[in-house]
């Protein structure tokens, strides 16, 4: 069999470089979510500094990373996903799905797949 030996490099260089391509595109796809979400928020006192991306392993999270709770709000989560976070992911599931495609299209690639 011709190319077996080609074959088996390139995968182990696509499994060496996969987890950090992954996170990297995670971490690119979101982005336009977490500026979405942004510009959705008109709340008096929201920190939109504060909103971001937090990357796991097989995921992507859009968050709000301030920790103080002052009671005031006890439903501002629920109002912050409902009104900003998910309006925003609606709005670039394409652009996501597109994003995704591109970085493992690109992975393939430069493994010599």
Known sequence: MRGLFEL???LAKAELRTP???????KKVAEPVVAASKAKEVWQGSSIQTIG???TGRSVFV???K???TGLRP???ALQMRDAFIPA???NEQEIVAGMEATIDGLIASAGL
Do not use: I, N, P, S
């Not at 950090?20 to 995670?26: D, P, R, Y």
């Open 53 to 55: 991306t937090r990357v």
């Open 75 to 77: 439903d501002f989560g």
């Open 89 to 91: 992911l609606e709005e």
């Open 63 to 65: 968050t709000q990373r």
């Open 8 to 10: 088996k490099r390139a």
């Open 20 to 26: 950090l391509a992954v996170v990297e595109g995670l």
């Open 67 to 69: 920790r103080k709770v």
